[in-house]
């Protein structure tokens, strides 16, 4: 039909408006409309960039997919929803777009990669909701498969810059999104390598030590792109160069000494608090955090020799093989032995200071990805250091530049601060607390956090127990971006002094490692507590995005997929750790009623998806049946079986109906839609 061009105009034929015959003669002529579902998909599938860019018809290009939108919604029960899912049917520009690849609504710009829905077409959205379009791009599987797709379609061809650009915004896009184990969640994701392929994170290595590439045999190995950052290469797995390839000293090297005034003056600095408290102070005036003490329990152990020449080998280690890859033997300028705590330093030319050479075993030493500027400090004696700092201004910002820094210790003001609440609410970013295995209090910060609750809302008394305990995503160290997941048990929040009593508050410069140990939770030495704050009585179901924001729900819905809940086992145990903190251990008795409810309660909650299940089938089964009723009911009366059907227009009446509407001389014309019919046929219902 001439009105369902937009339809099927490149599947089926199209019937001229002036060549279109009366309806009686459709069936005999196969003229069908509105057409079939299979017939518009393959229009659909038909559709391509290139009809796109050449469309010149008197139907925009937005009417006419409207049109095609608007059929397939009204059919979306009949709808194959996997071969939509898999065919580009979206226009957006220029460019026809797989469902998978399209978001409701994007941050930032990812084409040509991914794309918003235009807003033209935003009246379709449960069609679109339908074949697999998404809210944001903040679901993980969707964005590895995205990746994974494309490595599959550039088979091993560059990407260009635009291209490149866009893929590592989609990598941080997935970084970002994940809210599991780093290593479940983003393991074996296809990455851009040097030579702007895309390939496995788990034939890659990160360049960190590019000094180290003309020394070794690098032809079975291939590193990240240059754009990709360090800390993203980290959260996919990708090994550093510095780790995966190993620089030794050769098994036949002999260090021939060489004379140095100035190597006892090195290993009085090595070993002297102030010049580690400098080392602390340099790297801070340049953002990276360093603490003086542990700055001195790393290098106070070295020693410095100077050596005629150093020989070393590189060797790749997996987890149970060594394989020596050295492809040159010339020796190395400097080696830092880690176990045996010397510094070799080979005899440097002219042009080159010792303190130079020595600033960068320091640095390698003390793990840092760059040089540290602590040159004038190696160039003095340690009695010296205090005042040369104080000439090169050198502020002491080590402390207050430490506070909120994933891994570095708890300032001494936040000490005082620290809080336990297993059961408040956790934002994205927000900075919080937690022990390492010296039982020393470090920062972490939260990268995302989740109830185990399953959705609905917790009733009232359930708070304490399985209903709101959350397990924490903290990163514990910037430097590393390593992520651990905590229960909210072992999580430390800061008190707000907003609104409290004046109090004072522990001198500048305090002892962060000190009191980051001081900090117990029981016993004599447990902090002063803040007053308990009362917990809500009947808190409002939330979701929490990585992106921090916070959506309240009405009646505790919560879209998606359910968080997979806490072993009941594993919740009984946090419990019985927090009262066991507080020298309240419970009985066995209460412990296993506490196992027992919860085991209870996950059986109620799997009663309860099930027994939804069941009723959304049976109100799409009477949804159905109402629909067939519809259809075989006379549509004069709406109460008895219908009859007779009119040719030309097709409705149906019942006998009773038919004969009042002939009786009252209607001018044969149909009571429904006032159009004249030529006959009657029987109906059978």
Known sequence: MPRDWALVWSARPICPADLLPPQIFWSKLKITTPPMVEHVLDHLSAMTSDVLERWAFPQSRQAAFARIF?????????????????????PVANTMVKPSRLFFHLSDEL?????????????????????????????????????????????????????????????QRLSDSVKEDAEAQLGDV???????????????????????????????????????????????????????????????FEPADVSCDDVARWATLLSSPDFADGVARVAGNHGVVLDSGEVGAVL????????????????????????????EADGSQIFVDAVGKVIFLAKWPDFVRGEELL????????????????????????????????????????????????????????????????????????????????????????????????????????????????????????????????????????RSNRGRPRE????????????????RTSGSTR???????????????????????????????????????????????AVHDLLAMLDLPPSLDTQELLRSKLQMQEELAEAQASLKGLRSGMATAQEQLDKYREAFTCQICMDRNADVALVRCGHRFCNDCMGRLQASGANSRCAYCRQTYTDTVPFFS
């Open 527 to 573: 902090a002063a507590e803040p007053e308990p704050e009362p917990e809500p009585q009947s808190p409002s179901p939330v979701i929490r995005t990585v992106s921090g924001s916070v959506v309240r729900l009405e009646g505790g819905a919560s879209p998606g997929a359910a968080a997979r809940p806490v072993p009941a086992a594993e919740v009984t145990r």
């Open 190 to 252: 296809a990455l851009p390598t040097s030579i702007s392929t895309l390939e496995p994170a788990r034939a890659l290595f990160f360049n960190d030590a590019p000094w180290i590439l003309p020394r070794i045999d690098s032809s079975a190995m291939r590193a990240t792109h240059v754009l990709l950052p360090l800390h993203l290469a980290s959260r996919f797995g990708v090994p550093k160069l510095s780790e995966t390839v190993v620089e030794t000293i050769d098994p036949e």
């Open 111 to 171: 084409a040509p990669f991914l794309f918003e829905v235009p807003r033209c077409f935003g009246a379709h959205d449960k069609l679109f909701r339908a074949i697999g379009v998404r809210e944001a791009t903040d679901d993980a599987q969707a964005l590895k498969a995205l990746l994974a797709e494309l490595a599959e379609e550039f088979d091993g061809q560059a990407l260009n810059a635009s291209e490149m650009r866009t893929a590592i915004r989609i990598l």
């Open 359 to 494: 600033a960068q075993a320091v640095s390698q030493a003390l793990k840092q990805q760059t040089v540290l500027p602590i040159g004038p400090l190696l160039n003095c004696e340690a009695s010296s250091i205090r005042p040369l700092l104080e000439v090169l201004h050198v502020a002491d910002t080590a402390p207050e530049r430490g506070r909120g820094v994933a891994g570095t210790p708890v300032h001494a003001v936040d000490l005082e601060l620290l809080q336990l609440r297993p059961l408040r609410e956790y934002h994205h970013g927000e900075v919080v607390a937690w022990r390492d295995e010296q039982q020393v209090m470090r920062y972490g910060t939260v990268v995302s956090w989740k109830s185990e609750s399953g959705g609905d809302s917790p009733k009232p008394g359930a708070a304490a127990t399985a209903g709101l305990l959350q397990r924490v995503e903290l990163r514990v160290d910037d430097q590393e971006s390593q992520v651990r997941s905590l229960l909210a048990t072992e999580v430390y929040s800061f």
């Open 70 to 90: 608007e059929f397939l919604t009204d059919r979306l029960d009949q709808l194959p929803l996997q071969r939509l899912q898999a065919t580009a049917c979206v």
């Open 300 to 327: 106070a152990p070295y020693k410095v020799t100077v050596v005629q020449s150093i020989r070393t080998r590189f060797e790749m280690r997996g987890n149970d093989w060594t394989r020596d890859i050295t492809a």
């Open 504 to 519: 004072r508050l522990p001198p500048d410069g305090g002892t962060d490692d000190g009191g980051a140990r001081s900090f």
